[in-house]
């Protein structure tokens, strides 16, 4: 009983130091101007903060910035605020200390806050100073608390709500208009939505400032593939996750700031899944996703390709001739492979095993007698029949072909009357779905009915060849 009284005493003690806290805390409203878009490679050349006691605002403070590097002639246009207007100025390091005492112990707000603290809290550690601000976003809260209107970027959310900015794009003059739409938003604020956002379990600000939140709480927490759309629902990122929730709320956690992050929390509009039934299968359709959708922030499998590959055709004698070449895009290839050395060693073995000429297959490329098993009576003579030659070609042909493996891999499905399955066939990448357990698949053509197909490469039947070598009671082989 006086433990259990103890922890309602603490509790009820917290709820009214939260309410208290709400109910006296002071806003530092901010709004900078920067020579680029990612705080690690950009300067500040302008920075103003009004402190707002939740009534109105109680102090200002601006200033030109030296940023120490040039401002690119498209940002001094829009802003107005050239390499000379801060070339007297002082540089951030020299104001860092009266900033962070306006800023810290105070609620960091600003329209589209990542952009603005990222910055202001790199650059504050850069002079050695650790800002941990509560953030609130002013596009959020707009959202939420002014639904329906037409856009919520600064300039048209303050003209359709009569806001005046006699100075826009310019720290002071965004400052003050932020400051008067935060005070709007105070007043509306009937359903409490700033209060929940303060709340410490609350993960709502470090969300993209476009991204609804039930974007977020709509996701499982199960193995998927995931997609970033832009405004107009193009998609921009393509991910794979063995936690879908867990791994897209990780690109929003931390102050990163790089260009990458920062060009998601301006871009992202809306999130949308597909549930897979294992992380492999997840792996696979991200590879695909990713060269089918070509995602505008994905760096890694868009330019993946085969390296190169074995092929077969007939010269002008009607001779089969094989060669190792670099990898074709719209060329039927027999076998293919990521260096010229696997390609080459393989040739020589069909060269070896079958009798072949190694003057046709392009591998003895001088002037000299033949050194092929045949000798003087080799078909690149014309010592040995076309037909004769082409038949000991094709028969090496069908020993590659039939040493390439056929096999699935059969795995937990999405639902538990379910399971998944991707398959290989000769080597190659076929596709992959989901058998109901009612379902019969017994053989190679019965298989192929539920699943599929999808482009492959190199990587995809790589990682899938691997997945059967580490896990064996999961292969199904195929003769």
Request: aromatic fraction near 10%.
């Amino acid at each position: 009983m006086k433990f259990a009284l103890i922890r309602f005493i603490r509790a009820f003690l917290l709820k009214i130091l939260a309410k208290l806290f709400y109910i006296y805390a002071m806003y530092a409203i901010v709004d900078i101007e920067t020579t680029g878009g990612h705080a690690n490679a950009n300067g500040i050349t302008e920075i103003a903060i009004c402190i707002h006691d939740g009534n109105e605002v109680v102090k200002r403070y601006s200033t030109l910035v030296n940023p120490h590097k040039e401002i690119p002639i498209y940002i001094q246009a829009l802003t107005g605020i050239s390499n000379e207007m801060v070339s007297n100025a002082p540089p951030f390091g020299q104001v860092a200390h009266e900033i962070f005492q306006l800023l810290n112990g105070h609620i960091f707000v600003a329209h589209n806050v990542n952009f603005d603290y990222s910055f202001v809290r790199y650059h504050l550690g850069l002079a050695g100073y650790e800002l941990q601000s509560n953030k609130l976003c002013t596009v959020r809260l707009g959202r939420k608390i002014l639904p329906g209107l037409p856009s919520y970027s600064l300039g048209k959310l303050c003209r359709h709500l009569g806001i005046e900015n006699d100075s826009r794009h310019r720290a002071m003059g965004d400052a003050n208009a932020t400051s008067k739409l935060f005070t709007l938003l105070l007043q509306s604020d009937s359903n409490n939505h700033i209060k929940a956002a303060l709340k410490q379990n609350s993960k709502e600000q470090v969300l993209p400032p476009n991204l609804p939140k039930s974007n977020i709480l709509q996701l499982p927490s199960s193995p998927g593939v995931y997609y970033f759309h832009d405004e107009k629902g193009k998609v921009i990122y393509v991910g794979k996750a063995k936690d879908i929730k867990k791994r897209v709320c990780s690109h929003f956690t931390g102050n990163n700031p790089v260009l990458q992050r920062q060009e998601f929390l301006r871009n992202i509009h809306q999130i949308t899944h597909q549930v897979c039934g294992t992380e492999l299968i997840a792996f696979v359709l991200e590879a695909v996703e990713i060269k089918r959708l070509w995602p505008k922030y994905n760096r890694s499998l868009k330019r993946f390709e085969h390296a190169y590959g074995i092929y077969v055709f007939e010269d002008q004698r009607g001779c089969l001739r094989l060669a190792v070449d670099k990898h074709r895009k719209y060329q039927q290839t027999v076998y293919t492979c990521n260096s010229l050395l696997e390609g080459y060693n393989l040739l020589n073995h069909l060269i070896e095993t079958f009798g072949l000429c190694p003057k046709l297959c392009f591998i003895q490329t001088n002037n000299l007698a033949c050194t092929g098993a045949e000798g003087e009576k080799c078909a690149c003579n014309g010592k040995t029949s076309v037909s004769k030659y082409n038949k000991k070609v094709n028969q090496a042909l069908d020993e590659l072909k039939d040493a390439l493996p056929t096999f699935a891999i059969r795995d937990a499905g999405r639902t538990h009357d379910e399971h998944s399955c991707i398959l290989i066939e000769k080597g190659k990448f076929y596709g992959m779905g989901y058998i109901s357990q009612d379902d019969e698949a017994n053989n190679l053509h019965q298989l192929k009915n539920y699943l599929t197909p999808y482009p492959g490469n190199d990587y995809i039947r790589t990682m899938v060849t691997n997945y059967a070598a580490k896990f064996p009671h999961r292969k199904v082989s195929f003769a």
